[in-house]
C-alpha cells in the first residue's frame, strides 16, 4: 500500500463550507428528533402504500452505489492489475467506508424498529431466502472489511515516533501488507454481492414496479451501474480536492478511468434497452406519463455521459471529464430513484415527494458525511501529491 | 493482458446474465408445484362469498374486538368509518356499484400459500405458519417495511404515528386466541355464512361446487385458486375481480422469482467461495508483481 506518496492535504479545519455543511447537518438532527420522539409518521410523507422513500432509496440504496469506488477501484488495480490507478484506491476506500457507514446509520433512523435491527446478528432470526437479509449482512461485513483496507493510512500517521506502540503499529501494518490480498478479495466479493442484491431487492415487489424497470435482471443492471458510478464519484473527487490533475501524465490516468467508466454506461445502457425491447415495456415508453419522461431522462443522462467522453480528444479535456462523471452519477441515481419509487405503483393513483423535514433529515446526513471527508483528507495520508 | 481481461469480463458478465436470466423462467412454475405440493391439504383459510354478503360489517366490529384496535371515528365522530385497511382497521367492507351491478368486498390478509411479505422479511419476522397462517412477531422484526413493499395486495400496515411503530395485518385470529378455538373473529360474527373458516382443499371444492350448481350467479374464477400461487383466503363473486380491486396477477408468487434467483446465484455458497478463493489468487499475483516492480 506504500507504494503511492499520500499525505494529508493540511490547512484549515473550519472553513466556511465546512460550517456551512456543519449547519446543514445540524438541521437534519432537528428533525431526527422529532422523528424520534413521534414517530415515522410525524416527519414523513411516508405512508403504507410508499413505505419506502428517499431515506431508504436515496440515503442506502443511493448512497451506496455512489460510493462504491473502493470497489470499483480495488477491482482495476489488483484484478485487472492496473496498477497506475493506484493512487485512486486510498481516496476511493475512504469514502466507500464513509458512505457504507452513513447508509447504515440512515437504517437506524429509517426502519421503525432500529433496536430490532441487531437481529441481523443474531442466527435464530436469519432468513436466507430474504435479498435484504444478504443485503444487510454483507454490508455490515464490507464495512470491517473497509475499516481494514483503510487502515494503513490511519495507521501511517502515527509510525513515525520508536515508542512500543509505534513498534506495535509498525508490526501489524507489515501484517495487513502480507495479508492484503485475502482481505482485497472480501472487498470486492462482498460489494459484487450487495450491490446486486441492492438491485435483487426490486424482484420480489413483482407487478407492483413498472415493466420499463422491473425485470429478472434487475440485479445485473444495478452491479453494471454501480462499478461506473463509483468511478464517476473517484474522478469527481480527484479533479475538485487535488491540483494533480494539471500535470499531463495524471490527466491521461484519470482520463483512462474515464474511459473505462463510459465502457460499464456503455453496457449499461445496452441491458437496459436490450430488456424493455425483448418484454416489450419499450411501448410505454411511448404513452406520455411521469414513468417515460423519467425513463427518457434516464436515458438522456446515460447516453450523455458516454458522449462526453467518447473518444481520446475528448477525454483528454478536464471539463468533460468532470462533467461526463457527473452525468454518470446522475444516471445511475436516477435509475435507482426510478425502480423504488416513480415507478413503484403499488395501487392506482398512489403518488409520494418527500416532506421537507424528511428531506432536511436525507441532506443533513449527506452534510455531515462530506464534512467528515474534508477534515479526513486534512489530517490523514489519503490523497496522494505530486507538488505542493 | 488488457485485452484478454476484458474479453474475460464480457464472457463473464454474459455468463452471469444468461443464468440469472434462464433460471427463473424455467423454474418458477415447477419449483411452485414442487414446493406447495400438500399445503392445499392441510392448511386452514377462508372461503368469502361476495353474493351472500350484505355488507352488515358484523365481522368488521368482530375482528376490532378480538385484536383490540382502536376506532377510526368519521367526520361527526360517532361512527366507527375507515376508508381503508389500516393501522388499526384489518378487514374492512368495501362496496362496489356500477350501473348495472353492485357487490360487496372484505378484504384483509389473503394469507398467501407462497407469500411474499414472508420470502421478503430479513429476520424472519413474517412467518408461514404450519397451519397456513401468516403471522408476525414483535421480537424478531426490524421495521424495514420490505414486507410492505412486496405483499401484491398491499396489507402491512405500519404505524408510522408512534415512536414504537408496529406492523398489523390480520392473521388469521392466530394471535388472539380465536384460531386455536377453530374459528376467526370475523367468519363466526358473520350472520349470513357469507365467510367460511376450514380447510383450503375443502374450501376450494365448495367454491366449486356453488359455481357448478349455480350457472350465471358467479364469475367463472375463485380468486385465489391460482392467483399469486394461490391464496389461502378465497373469493367468489358475481362481478370480475379486477373491479373489485383485486389486481391481476401471474400464477406463481413474485417470491418464486426472487427465492429463485437468489438459490441459483448462492446454492450452497460454491460460486461465492469458488469467487473469492479465485480473487485472491489473481490479487496475490498481483499484489507481488506490484512489489517486485517497486523492489527493482
Ligand atoms: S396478502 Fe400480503 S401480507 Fe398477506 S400473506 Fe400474502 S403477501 Fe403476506
Ligand atoms: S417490517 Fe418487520 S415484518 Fe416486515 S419485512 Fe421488515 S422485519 Fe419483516
Ligand atoms: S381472520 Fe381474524 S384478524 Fe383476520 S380479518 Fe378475520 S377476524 Fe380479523
Redesign the interface.
Same mark, same amino acid.
Given at each position: 500500500m506504500a507504494?503511492v506518496n499520500a499525505k494529508p492535504l493540511g490547512g484549515k479545519i473550519f472553513t466556511t463550507p465546512v460550517l456551512l455543511l456543519l449547519a446543514g447537518a445540524a438541521i437534519g438532527v432537528f428533525f431526527l428528533s422529532v422523528r &424520534?420522539?413521534?414517530?415515522?409518521?410525524?416527519v414523513?410523507n411516508?405512508? +403504507? &402504500?410508499m413505505?419506502?422513500g428517499i431515506w431508504k432509496v436515496l440515503n442506502v440504496i443511493v448512497g451506496a452505489a455512489l460510493v462504491c469506488g473502493g470497489y470499483a477501484c480495488a477491482f482495476t488495480? &489488483?484484478?485487472?492489475?492496473q /496498477?497506475h490507478y493506484?493512487r485512486y484506491v486510498r481516496p476511493a476506500l475512504l469514502l466507500s467506508l464513509l458512505g457504507y457507514s452513513f447508509a447504515g446509520l440512515s437504517?437506524f433512523y +429509517?426502519? /421503525?424498529? &432500529?433496536w430490532?435491527?441487531f437481529? @441481523?446478528m443474531i442466527p435464530?432470526?436469519? $432468513?436466507?431466502?430474504?435479498?435484504?437479509?444478504?443485503v444487510?449482512l454483507c454490508v455490515m461485513t464490507y464495512i470491517c472489511v473497509l475499516c481494514l483496507e483503510i487502515a494503513p493510512a490511519i495507521i501511517e500517521k502515527f509510525l513515525h515516533g520508536d515508542g512500543r506502540l509505534a513498534q506495535l503499529l509498525y508490526k501489524f501494518y507489515r501484517l495487513l501488507d502480507r495479508f492484503? @490480498?485475502?482481505i482485497?478479495?472480501?472487498g470486492?466479493?462482498l460489494p459484487?454481492?450487495h450491490q446486486s442484491g441492492l438491485g435483487?431487492?426490486a424482484?420480489?415487489?413483482? $407487478?407492483?414496479i413498472s415493466p420499463l424497470w422491473q425485470s429478472?435482471?434487475v440485479?445485473?443492471h444495478h452491479l453494471?451501474s454501480c462499478i461506473a458510478m463509483g468511478y464517476g464519484c473517484v474522478i469527481v473527487t480527484e479533479l475538485m480536492v487535488s491540483e494533480d490533475y494539471k500535470i499531463e501524465s495524471h490527466l491521461a490516468i484519470l482520463s483512462k478511468l474515464a474511459k473505462v467508466m463510459s465502457r460499464f454506461m456503455f453496457?449499461f445502457l445496452v441491458?437496459r434497452l436490450s430488456e424493455v425491447l425483448r418484454t416489450g415495456a419499450i411501448l410505454q415508453a411511448f404513452t406520455p406519463s411521469v414513468d417515460s419522461l423519467s425513463f427518457w431522462a434516464e436515458m438522456v443522462l446515460i447516453f450523455g455521459s458516454i458522449w462526453l467522453v467518447r473518444n481520446d480528444a475528448a477525454r483528454i479535456v478536464p471539463r468533460n471529464i468532470f462533467l461526463g462523471s457527473c452525468l454518470t452519477m446522475a444516471a445511475g441515481s436516477l435509475y435507482r430513484i426510478n425502480v423504488y419509487i416513480i415507478g413503484?405503483h403499488?395501487?392506482p393513483n398512489v403518488s409520494y415527494f418527500p416532506s421537507v423535514p424528511e428531506l432536511s433529515i436525507s441532506l443533513g446526513m449527506i452534510c455531515l458525511q462530506l464534512a467528515l471527508f474534508i477534515t479526513i483528507i486534512k489530517t490523514f495520508p489519503i490523497i496522494a501529491l505530486e507538488r505542493r | 493482458m488488457k485485452n484478454k481481461s476484458r474479453r474475460q469480463f464480457v464472457k463473464t458478465i454474459a455468463a452471469a446474465g444468461a443464468g440469472v436470466l434462464a433460471a427463473p423462467l424455467v423454474s418458477a412454475k415447477t419449483a411452485v408445484a414442487a414446493k406447495f405440493r400438500g399445503r392445499r391439504d392441510r392448511d386452514m383459510g377462508m372461503l368469502y362469498d361476495a353474493t351472500m354478503c350484505i355488507g352488515c360489517r358484523s365481522c368488521e366490529v368482530a375482528c376490532k374486538q378480538a385484536n383490540r384496535k382502536p376506532t377510526e371515528y368519521d367526520a361527526d365522530g360517532i361512527w366507527d368509518a375507515p376508508k381503508d385497511l389500516s393501522a388499526k382497521t384489518l378487514t374492512l367492507v368495501k362496496l362496489y356499484k356500477d350501473d348495472t351491478a353492485q357487490s360487496f368486498v372484505k378484504r384483509q390478509c389473503m394469507h398467501c400459500v407462497d407469500p411474499a411479505c414472508v420470502s421478503g422479511c430479513p429476520t424472519s419476522a413474517m412467518v408461514k405458519q404450519p397451519n397456513g397462517a401468516v403471522t408476525w412477531n414483535a421480537d424478531a422484526c426490524v421495521g424495514c417495511r420490505y414486507c410492505q413493499m412486496g405483499c401484491p395486495f398491499n396489507i402491512p400496515k405500519y404505524e408510522f404515528d408512534s415512536a414504537y411503530g408496529r406492523i398489523v395485518k390480520c392473521e388469521l385470529c392466530a394471535n388472539n386466541g380465536y384460531l386455536e378455538k377453530g374459528f376467526t373473529a370475523c367468519s363466526k360474527a358473520c350472520p349470513t355464512g357469507a365467510i367460511l373458516f376450514g380447510r383450503q382443499k375443502e374450501l376450494l371444492r365448495t367454491a366449486k361446487e356453488r359455481i357448478r350448481d349455480n350457472p350465471g350467479r358467479y364469475v367463472e374464477k375463485i380468486y385465489g385458486e391460482w392467483d399469486s400461487g394461490g391464496t389461502g383466503v378465497l373469493y367468489l363473486a358475481s362481478v370480475p375481480f379486477e373491479r373489485l380491486g383485486f389486481p391481476e396477477l401471474p400464477e406463481y408468487s413474485s417470491a418464486r422469482i426472487s427465492e429463485g434467483i437468489q438459490h441459483t446465484i448462492y446454492q450452497h455458497m460454491i460460486a461465492p467461495i469458488l469467487i473469492y478463493f479465485g480473487l485472491a489468487f489473481v490479487a496475490f499475483r498481483n499484489t507481488r508483481s506490484a512489489h517486485k516492480q517497486k523492489e527493482d
Open positions: 507504494h &424520534y420522539a413521534h414517530g415515522i409518521g410525524a414523513s411516508l405512508s +403504507d &402504500y413505505p419506502w488495480v &489488483y484484478v485487472f492489475n /496498477g493506484h437504517l +429509517d426502519v /421503525g424498529r &432500529y430490532g435491527l437481529n @441481523f435464530k432470526y436469519w $432468513q436466507a431466502n430474504s435479498v435484504l437479509f444478504e444487510g492484503l @490480498f485475502l482485497i478479495s472480501f470486492i466479493l459484487t454481492m435483487g431487492l424482484v420480489v415487489m413483482g $407487478q407492483k429478472p435482471l440485479s445485473l453494471v453496457v441491458l413503484f403499488p395501487a | -
